[in-house]
């Protein structure tokens, strides 16, 4: 039988999509872009155009294969099932038994039922044991925490992902061991909360240390962390010392502006955000440091979001990732009052976008003239793209090979999207 995986959303649905993809290939699957069997979504609903995404998938994919098997899961199925209930589903998963989907599919080929595996109580979950053998893409992304319990005032994942939960320390290191050995020379740790890791008493700190003993692991890069989680002398002196963490850090801000931090229910205020920001830059002066910001959160006046936009240019960061707000029923920040115009929100989240292009552009120039390692990913057009350890993401003529670091000196052939 023929399957294809369809996924949608983060970095950790894209790892938990390749377990599924290699249990279903272990188990005699193949897999195909057309005419399957089994069609598989992995959902997101981290905003509602996220959500209508998923929708929209799901029913093209049905027009596409109308007799094929249809598995939909992850946070959107999470979030409201019902959405997906009349679209003739055969296996409905939330965010659990996802390493389980090849044996439910097996039952579903047996007895032609409706099998809806989706938990209401996501607050009690273990870590659902789940590793890969080799990821998709020359960097290879390894999950090692589900869940959260910071349940900022604007976001629906501690609802779908439910409790803080995490991956055996051992179980990392071996996973991670077994990927280097299959090719991989780039680790990227994921989670929902990467940086609340915590496993038999080593934290997100001794991980990085027990990968970068790992042979052959040129670079160890972390996804995102919260500011609060690294402004520890841990942390720093891993900074310090530990040459394979790569020289980038994506450290999700927010708001730019005390009263919005408050509103969100975050847990830092600028004062120390700034203060930890300059710690990094103290020891790693060139490091790039990206960042998330929510434009048009309730309560944020065209003064505190200019606010925002002085803040991020007094920080300087290399990207920031703008998101505009979007109201998540269920969620504090939904039930507030003070709710920004949506034609507010779009003319304030193009001002923050060109701040962000301008900043990636004085942070990519600095290093024109440097000689950097560029880990190459893929060719394209005749052409080579690839990252720096600071994230720079390069498009180079000339003759590489697939998965090696080269070293090149800089001189302005960034990847233009
Ligand atoms: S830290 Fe906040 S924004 Fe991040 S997943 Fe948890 S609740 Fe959501």
């Not at 080929?109 to 998709?136: G, R, Y």
Request: proline residues 2%; aromatic residues 8%; contains cysteine.
């Amino acid at each position: 039988m023929k399957f294809k995986i369809v996924t949608l959303g983060c970095k950790v649905n894209a790892y938990e999509s390749t377990v599924i993809k290699e249990k279903m290939l272990k188990e005699g699957f193949i897999e195909s872009d057309n005419n399957v069997d089994i069609v598989i979504v992995n959902t997101c609903s981290v905003t509602n155009v996220a959500d209508s995404k998923c929708l929209k998938m799901v029913r093209r994919l049905k027009r596409e294969d109308p007799n094929a098997i249809f598995v939909v899961c992850g946070c959107s199925v999470q979030n409201d099932k019902t959405k997906f209930e009349n679209l003739d589903i055969d296996v409905l998963l939330g965010n659990t038994n996802k390493s389980k989907i090849v044996d439910l599919i097996k039952e579903e080929i047996n007895n032609k039922h409706l099998i809806d595996k989706v938990k209401n109580d996501m607050q009690h979950e273990e870590f659902e044991t789940m590793e890969i053998d080799k990821f998709s893409n020359v960097r290879a992304f390894v999950k090692i925490q589900d869940g959260c319990n910071n349940y900022c005032s604007y976001c629906i994942i501690p609802y779908l992902r439910g409790n803080l939960r995490c991956k055996d320390y051992d179980e990392v290191i071996n996973e991670s061991k077994n990927l280097v050995k299959n090719g991989h020379k780039e680790i990227v740790l994921t989670g929902i909360h990467t940086g609340s890791y915590k496993s038999k008493g080593k934290d997100i700190v001794d991980v990085i240390w027990g990968l970068s003993e790992i042979n052959g692991l040129e670079r160890i890069r972390l996804s995102s962390i919260e500011i609060t989680e690294i402004n520890n002398d841990k942390f720093y002196d891993l900074l310090k010392r530990c040459d394979k963490l790569c020289n980038h850090l994506h450290i999700p801000l927010q708001a730019g502006s005390n009263e919005i931090l408050k509103r969100m229910n975050r847990k830092y205020d600028l004062d120390y955000y700034f203060d930890v920001i300059n710690k990094i830059r103290s020891i790693r002066p060139d490091i790039s440091i990206s960042t998330d910001v929510i434009v048009g959160h309730p309560y944020e006046t065209e003064e505190l979001f200019n606010t925002t936009i002085d803040t991020c240019e007094k920080i300087r960061f290399s990207k920031i990732h703008v998101f505009p707000y979007s109201k998540r029923e269920g969620t504090v920040a939904s039930k507030m009052p003070e709710h920004v115009k949506e034609e507010d929100k779009k003319i304030r989240s193009n001002k923050l976008i060109q701040v962000s292009t301008e900043l990636e552009k004085e942070y990519y120039d600095k290093f024109i003239g440097n000689k950097l390692g560029v880990l190459i990913e893929e060719e394209k057009n005749g052409k080579y793209i690839g990252h720096t350890s600071n994230m720079l993401k390069l498009c180079l003529d000339g003759k590489y090979n697939i998965n090696e670091i080269y070293d090149v000196v800089i001189k302005g052939e960034f990847y233009d999207a």
